[in-house]
């Protein structure tokens, strides 16, 4: 195995394959937009449910309305990056998974801290986030940084 340090990473010869990064900034970004549309059309049914189950507990039940996306978008972060395929739908949809530095799979837990990761820095550094990816050997952003992650092709 032919392995080499970038970024202070050891790359080992799956992930040190140029190809595999090829369009990964602009994938990322419509995929982003692709999970935000089905988180969206996910939230359909719950709010039903937290608006049935409010009618029954006369109007108590409403307070999940307050952290239903949040709930629904990690469960399905949780669910689909944190699963076998290591991607979301639209990650999948786009071509893309994320992949661990260190070879392991991806599991939920790590899935759902990237994801949140991603919208603290955008919060916190909004502009940065895709920036950091322009000055990275393998364009990877804040969160894949500080996680040990990358993304790439994933038919490549």
């Known amino acids: 195995m032919n392995a080499r340090t970038i970024d202070g990473d050891t790359m080992d010869t799956a992930l040190d394959d140029v190809r595999a990064y090829d369009g990964v900034r602009t994938r990322r970004v ?6 935000y549309v089905i988180v969206g059309l996910l939230l359909i049914p719950f709010a039903i449910l ?8 006369f109007g108590l039940g409403w307070s999940l309305f307050a ?3 949040p709930v629904v978008a990690l469960l399905y972060v949780w669910n689909t990056l ?19 530095l260190d070879g392991k799979p991806i599991d939920g837990m790590l899935a759902v801290v990237h994801s ?14 895709l920036l ?4 990275t050997a ?5 969160h894949d ?12």
């Open 116 to 129: 949140v990761l991603f919208w603290a820095g955008n919060v916190i550094l909004t502009p940065l986030i």
């Open 132 to 135: 950091v990816t322009l000055f």
């Open 138 to 142: 393998r364009k990877r952003a804040l």
């Open 67 to 69: 952290v239903l996306a």
């Open 82 to 100: 944190g699963g076998r395929n290591q991607a979301t739908t639209g990650m999948r949809m786009m071509g893309i998974r994320l992949e661990r």
């Open 145 to 156: 940084l500080l996680l040990g992650t990358v993304v790439i092709r994933s038919n490549r």
């Open 50 to 57: 937290v608006f049935l189950l409010g009618l029954l507990t």
């Open 30 to 35: 419509f995929a982003f937009i692709l999970d």
